[in-house]
T-cell receptor
Framework: GAVVSQHPSWVICKSGTSVKIECRSLDFQATTMFWYRQFPKQSLMLMATSNEGSKATYEQGVEKDKFLINHASLTLSTLTVTSAHPEDSSFYIC???????????????FGPGTRLTVL | GQSLEQPSEVTAVEGAIVQINCTYQTSGFYGLSWYQQHDGGAPTFLSYNALDGLEETGRFSSFLSRSDSYGYLLLQELQMKDSASYFCAVNDFNKFYFGSGTKLNVKP
């Protein structure tokens, strides 16, 4: 249980285009999802917290107009990188807060990640 | 702000025991999680501590001392497949913040 999928797994795009990444919780409802970015050999940096039915909460330094997040249902959150540039190339990972249970609400389950390369 | 510190790299041999420490300083604290990440992959959940003490899950155990803002992950009977990066993460109210990660190298 607690499986999170992410699509696409990798994408290459031209500078200036927009890219949409989908994150789905497959076997549980996730009221809260998180979006992270990870550069090579670095830690995961929280970009934003996505709550179903409300606006995402962005971390300091993350441009909300560049990284559009939509959490329209309890199983789907999307991240759109608008007008992508080479410096946006990174590994983007989503996670969903675990289904209610003994401790699982305080853990998160990660999608497989999306590797974005902007040329 | 939030600050989590881990050693950057640890090397051990197969069959050995290794401990990866994590100290944290956060504005809020609900619990400490540990994740494993192989190169090119996504993190996978290993263990979680909300209360002081030791949690054991197979070969992996995790310890937390809230008064010391300190925790560790203990890996026993190391296997080659355990070579990966290990991250501690603090559940700070509704958010999770990750440490810088510890690269574990397991040698034959």
């Amino acid at each position: 249980g607690a499986v999170v999928s992410q699509h696409p797994s990798w994408v290459i795009c031209k500078s200036g285009t927009s890219v949409k990444i989908e994150c789905r919780s497959l076997d549980f409802q996730a009221t809260t999802m998180f979006w992270y970015r990870q550069f090579p050999k670095q830690s995961l940096m929280l970009m934003a917290t996505s709550n179903e039915g409300s606006k995402a909460t962005y971390e300091q330094g993350v441009e909300k107009d560049k990284f559009l997040i939509n959490h329209a249902s309890l199983t789907l959150s999307t991240l759109t990188v608008t007008s992508a540039h080479p410096e946006d190339s990174s590994f983007y990972i989503c996670s969903a807060r675990g289904p209610s249970g003994r401790t699982s609400t305080d853990t998160q389950y990660f999608g497989p990640g999306t590797r974005l390369t902007v040329l | 702000g939030q600050s989590l510190e881990q050693p950057s790299e640890v090397t051990a041999v197969e069959g050995a025991i290794v401990q990866i420490n994590c100290t944290y300083q956060t504005s809020g604290f609900y619990g400490l999680s540990w994740y494993q990440q192989h190169d090119g992959g996504a993190p996978t959940f290993l263990s979680y501590n909300a209360l002081d003490g030791l949690e054991e899950t197979g070969r992996f155990s995790s310890f937390l001392s809230r008064s010391d803002s300190y925790g560790y992950l203990l890996l026993q009977e190391l296997q080659m497949k355990d070579s990966a990066s290990y991250f501690c993460a603090v559940n700070d109210f509704n958010k999770f913040y990750f440490g810088s990660g510890t690269k574990l190298n397991v040698k034959p």
